[in-house]
């Protein structure tokens, strides 16, 4: 009798964000459990809306969108996100170095699957977001993690990078504004990344969606600006900036020195042919949203709602006993960190699960960043704060009882 098993090429790859946990969860929905769900950032289910205008702009759209477009995007659209990128300090960016994606995770995979063969490395920060470890050991390369310092501000540790390279490595990522963790690279962190990159012959693959989402009044930095030699992929879109994640609206921009990667760019071209190209009514809005003042900007400052759910869940998981985290600058994700000792915490996927099962919230356990002691979980705040309260109190309620051994 045949059987049929997932391809071996799938062994090693996990993404846990939608992964077993969440299963579980899904199995209670089913069951006509209600589940807080602090695992996806997500932000629609939770109440916010799209700008009117875009949605008014889409809908227009639709009855001359149709067809196909070319498979790097519309013309229009790829115009306007040159015209970002020079806005952001990226000088050398033409419309032909654009390709837009169903999402950036599309084109995080495709940006991979162009360029790694067996034995390839790639430097992936840990914790990471899922997608690229994943992308990376499914192109066939691996993901060798560099650590990010939770003591710093959970930034790049940059001798860990350093020790990590070998002759293999073709490529560093960055996540900048960082999920899960929220942190914001300062300018001076991110040229000590351009330099090892620029003195091994790296290219710097650099996850920017967060650019516009950050509290605080600091400023984003793209790195790809501050090193405009170096081939550096920008990976950008609408799907939290512009709150519309499901329409599914991104892109990558490549940049800098492409003379030695002919080769990779040809791929690149060949899997933007093969897919051939992204959803056309969600490219159309791409000019208007990256025009409009963002309607998000207001939800970042004080009095806005992303501000003050930020404020509300970092003092309250503060406040828990066992529990401390870093201040995140932006996005709307923190990384918590359990003290496993007092809880005798050896399974970080097992407590979330136990959570779950006792307290009808999910949240992501740190092993599903690939951050390897079992003593992190991930939070998304996105909920009212008195959602988060809840959450908060019942976890508080959870920890003042809970021993995993
Ligand atoms: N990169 C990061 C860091 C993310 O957090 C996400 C989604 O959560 C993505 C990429 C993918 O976003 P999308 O495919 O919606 O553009």
């Avoid at 650019?211 to 600091?218: A, M, W």
């Avoid at 933007?272 to 009514?281: E, F, I, K, Y």
């Avoid at 923190?334 to 050896?346: A, G, L, S, V, W």
Wanted: aromatic share 10%.
């Amino acid at each position: 009798m045949k059987t049929f098993e997932k391809s071996a090429k799938l062994n090693y790859v996990c993404y846990d964000i939608r992964g077993p946990v969440m299963d579980e969860a899904n199995k209670m929905i089913d069951q006509g459990i209600d589940i807080l769900k602090l695992n996806i950032g997500n932000p629609a289910p939770f109440g916010f809306r799209a700008p009117e205008e875009l949605l008014r702009l889409m809908n227009e759209n639709l009855c001359n969108t149709e067809g196909y477009s070319d498979s790097k995007g519309l013309l229009s659209a790829r115009k306007s996100i040159v015209e970002y990128c020079r806005k952001k300090g990226i000088h050398q960016v033409t419309t032909d170095d654009v390709y837009t994606g169903n999402g950036v995770s599309e084109l995080i995979t495709l940006s991979m699957q162009g360029l790694l063969n067996p034995g390839d490395e790639i430097l992936v920060p840990s914790p990471d977001y899922p997608l690229w470890t994943a992308s990376v050991t499914l192109a066939g390369g691996s993901a060798v993690h560099y650590i990010c310092d939770e003591q710093s501000e959970w930034y790049p540790d940059i001798q860990d990078i350093k020790s990590k390279i070998t002759s293999r490595t073709k490529g560093i990522v960055v996540i900048n504004p960082n999920n899960p963790t929220g942190a914001l690279y300062p300018r001076e962190l991110l040229l000590e990344i351009t330099e090892l990159s620029r003195q091994n012959g790296l290219i710097i693959f650099a996850d920017e969606i967060y650019d516009r989402l950050v509290l605080d009044e600091e400023e984003h930095v793209s790195i790809a600006s501050l090193a405009p030699d170096l081939l550096t992929i920008t990976f950008n879109g609408l799907s939290k900036s512009h709150l519309i994640a499901g329409y599914r609206c991104g892109w990558m921009c490549l940049c800098g020195d492409k003379s030695f990667a002919k080769g990779y760019v040809e791929g690149i071209n060949l899997l933007s042919s093969m897919r051939l190209c992204s959803n056309v009514p969600a490219q159309s809005v791409i000019s208007a949203a990256l025009d409009m003042e963002e309607e998000t900007k207001q939800l970042l400052v004080p009095g806005g709602r992303v501000y003050e759910q930020r404020e509300y869940i970092y003092h309250a998981l503060n406040a828990i006993p066992g529990i401390s985290v870093v201040k995140p600058k932006a996005a709307f994700y923190m990384f918590p960190k359990i003290d496993t000792k007092r809880f005798q915490i050896e399974d970080d996927e097992r407590f979330v699960l136990d959570f779950l099962k006792e307290k009808q919230i999910l949240l992501t356990h740190g092993g599903g960043f690939h951050w390897e002691t079992p003593d992190h979980f991930r939070v998304v705040y996105l909920p009212e704060i008195n959602q988060l309260k809840t959450a908060c109190e019942k976890l508080s309620d959870f920890l003042s009882y809970y021993k995993q051994k």
